[in-house]
């Protein structure tokens, strides 16, 4: 079946470097992705979304990028603060009901 | 700011007993959904409702169900909860679809 997946399932960054995590997505049709945060013991929380007719999206301190010829999505955070250290997992959706595909997460851990 | 609540942060229950969680959203959002996040499996998809008293199975509907008797709570219920239902529950609210928001999850251990 479809799947989304990541590339790398930790990320170690330093204090104010960017930061950019990535995921692979299988399903051609989908047309819809989202990147949530998730901090530990928390519920997921929404980053930024963008679609399929879009190739970048920015937010504050957040940029999406969507390169449908490889089926890649990748989320940029700028200035990595240590607040940003947390698990990133990004979802897609497509069809009639929209029903959302997780990744599994990268961690991202800021070091001071 | 859209706010999800889950009655419990943390529960523990004994095997056989029932269950009932707790979803309440107050921005008037017709879908919600319930999901469990258990380590190396990440999201899965339980239930979800479209309207009042609708109610469509996920992925893994098999040892629960579901009432949505208001637009704003949505309750998952564990007939006879199982040590295999240990997990994190969390639930999530939709203004409109796809876009899905979290509440803060309860976390169920079943001794």
């Known amino acids: 079946g479809e799947s989304v997946g990541l590339h790398l399932p930790t990320l170690s960054v330093q204090e104010g470097d960017n930061s950019i995590i990535n995921c692979a997505y299988s399903?051609?049709?989908?047309?819809?992705f989202i990147w949530y945060k998730q901090e530990s013991g928390k519920g997921p929380q929404f980053i930024i979304d963008?679609?399929?007719?879009?190739d970048k999206r920015q937010g504050q301190r957040v940029t999406v990028l969507l390169n449908k010829t490889v089926k890649h999505l990748s989320l940029q955070i700028a200035a990595t603060q240590p607040g940003d250290s947390a698990v990133y997992f990004c979802a897609e959706a497509g069809g009639s009901n929209y029903k959302l595909t997780f990744g599994k997460g990268t961690l991202l851990t800021v070091n001071p | 700011d859209v706010k999800v609540t889950q009655s419990s942060r943390y529960l523990v229950k004994r095997t056989g007993e029932k269950v009932f969680l707790e979803c309440v959203q107050d921005?008037?959002?017709?879908?919600m959904f319930w999901y469990r996040q258990d380590p190396g499996l990440g999201l899965r998809l339980i239930y979800f409702s479209y309207d009042v008293k609708m109610k469509e199975k996920g992925d893994i509907p098999e040892g629960y169900s579901v009432s949505r008797e208001k637009k704003e709570r949505f309750s998952l219920i564990l007939e006879s909860a199982s040590t295999n239902q240990t997990s994190m529950y969390l639930c999530a609210s939709s203004p409109h679809l796809p876009t899905q928001y979290f509440g803060p999850g309860t976390r169920l251990t079943v001794l």
């Open positions: 921005m008037d959002h017709e879908n």
């Open positions: 399903n051609s049709a989908s047309d819809y």
């Open positions: 963008i679609r399929s007719n879009m």
